[in-house]
Antibody
Framework: EVQLVESGGGLVQPGGSLRLSCAASGFTFSSYWMHWVRQAPGKGLVWVSR????????SYADSVKGRFTISRDNAKNTLYLQMNSLRAEDTAVYYCARDRFWSDVMDVWGQGTTVTVSS | EIVLTQSPGTLSLSPGERATLSCRAS???????LAWYQQKPGQAPRLLIY???SRATGIPDRFSGSGSGTDFTLTISRLEPEDFAVYYC?????????FGQGTKLEIK
């Protein structure tokens, strides 16, 4: 079964850091681009970041550029999102998603992990 | 940056009826790189349509997508109870990916 499981969310103070993980199983992780997408409470979906198959190319939404870093460990079948200088507006459920054949379409999604930035 | 505007914000229909959801882009979406997702409360999104009109694996044929340029449509031909959810369009024709704000399809 193809599966993505996020972890690492929690409560963090403004200005703090957090690292999210996404464990992949049931497919050849190293062959796929991966994404992070977030959803603030009661709001819509917002794309955050993408990484290519071997980790050599990344892209970010303007709202997180310079603060967030996407990375992956293909030996561990795991995707990461390092989040620094967190702000209240970063509060959201963070989903990892698999890219459909290098297309920027997301065909498999995890269940999400919640990040709350508050003092 | 391409901005996607979905309408209506909320659509109230009954099971068995036809649903038509709109997604309009602020500039042309190259090569019809437009996808649709369904999200139910407390669940992750699910891919329905990509390339404006191609159904994803396992998606029933009552779901169809159409459009090009700046105007795209998701049609559900005959609503089933499980179709009531929020629907998002997403463009992937530019490097900065973007979602629309969503259309909530609710039971009338």
């Amino acid at each position: 079964e193809v599966q993505l499981v996020e972890s690492g969310g929690g409560l963090v103070q403004p200005g703090g850091s957090l690292r999210l993980s996404c464990a992949a199983s049931g497919f050849t992780f190293s062959s796929y681009w991966m994404h992070w997408v977030r959803q603030a409470p009661g709001k819509g979906l917002v794309w955050v970041s993408r990484i290519n198959s071997d980790g050599s190319s990344t892209s970010y939404a303007d709202s997180v550029k310079g603060r967030f870093t996407i990375s992956r460990d293909n030996a561990k079948n795991t995707l990461y999102l390092q989040m620094n200088s967190l702000r209240a507006e970063d509060t959201a459920v963070y989903y990892c998603a698999r890219d459909r054949f290098w297309s920027d379409v997301m065909d498999v999604w995890g269940q999400g992990t919640t990040v709350t930035v508050s003092s | 940056e391409i901005v996607l505007t979905q309408s209506p914000g909320t659509l109230s229909l009954s099971p068995g009826e036809r649903a038509t959801l709109s997604c309009r882009a602020s500039q042309s979406v190259s090569s019809s790189y437009l996808a649709w997702y369904q999200q139910k409360p407390g669940q992750a999104p699910r891919l329905l349509i990509y390339g404006a009109s191609s159904r994803a694996t396992g998606i029933p044929d009552r779901f169809s997508g159409s459009g090009s340029g700046t105007d795209f449509t998701l049609t559900i031909s005959r609503l089933e109870p499980e179709d009531f959810a929020v629907y998002y369009c997403q463009q992937y024709g530019s490097s900065l990916l973007a979602f629309g704000q969503g259309t909530k399809l609710e039971i009338k």
